[in-house]
């Protein structure tokens, strides 16, 4: 069964500091990949997406993610952690056949001054 | 531009009752995805519907069902309630037959008693 693992439940990260939140699938194809952003009271957000090609892809609000075939890992990553980066990041695979969507258990984020 | 609508915003049930929640895409998506977050966990995917047909089932029970009508608005009904269909419930809307790129609502929160 396809599955996404983020195994990551809490980070917490210093205001300025790199940040890098992992994920993992589980399919037998490359499905479409993409990192959402949740903010409390807020709707989820899409980052970026990955579909095929580059496998390194650049989001929203400096976001990065790089695809790693060999490790089914596609890893969200960001330079600079600024304090309005807090918030629940969701890893999700999207599977063309029976056009079904996974999302991870999600990783939350906190930035300290 | 409007984006993604739910109605309504917050819900309280009793078990065993029956649940209707609706869902306004954005202008021009014809796809429309429902989800069910429960607290502390990501969103699970229920249904998608494109052109008014269902392209996409996830795994729950029968209790669930949906439709799409003519204008692409949906709407999730929900029988025989339970204490764990308690949850935030999510609408995304995507314009073609995959859910290459969703945009989601706000949710409604649903709590059943």
């Known amino acids: 069964a396809q599955s996404v693992t983020q195994p990551d439940i809490h980070i917490t990260v210093s205001e300025g500091a790199s940040l890098e939140l992992r994920c993992n699938y589980s399919?037998?194809?490359?499905?479409?990949l993409f990192w959402y952003v949740q903010s409390p009271g807020q709707g989820l957000q899409l980052l970026l997406k990955?579909?095929?090609?580059?496998?390194l892809v650049q989001g929203i609000k400096g976001f990065e993610a790089e695809f790693k075939r060999s490790q089914s890992s596609f890893n969200l990553r960001k330079p600079s952690v600024h304090w309005s980066d807090a918030a629940e990041y969701f890893c999700?695979?999207?599977?063309?056949?029976?056009?079904?969507?996974?999302f991870g258990t999600g990783t939350s984020l906190t930035v300290i001054p | 531009d409007a984006g993604v609508t739910q109605s309504p915003t917050h819900l309280i049930k009793t078990r065993g009752q029956h649940v209707t929640l609706r869902c306004s895409p954005i202008?021009?998506?014809?796809?429309v995805s429902w989800y069910q977050q429960v607290l502390g966990q990501g969103p699970q995917f229920i249904f998608q519907?494109?052109?008014?047909?269902?392209?996409g089932r996830g795994n729950f029970p029968d209790r669930f069902s949906a439709r799409q009508f003519p204008n692409y608005s949906s709407e999730l009904n929900v029988n025989a309630l339970l204490l764990g269909d308690s949850a935030l419930y999510l609408c995304?809307?995507?314009?073609?037959?995959?859910?290459?790129?969703?945009?989601f609502g706000p949710g409604t929160r649903l709590l059943v008693l």
């Open positions: 995304a809307s995507s314009f073609g037959p995959y859910q290459e790129t969703q945009y």
């Open positions: 999700a695979v999207g599977v063309v056949p029976g056009n079904q969507f996974y």
């Open positions: 399919y037998g194809a490359t499905p479409y």
């Open positions: 990955y579909f095929s090609g580059d496998t």
């Open positions: 519907y494109y052109e008014k047909e269902e392209r």
């Open positions: 202008s021009g998506h014809k796809s």
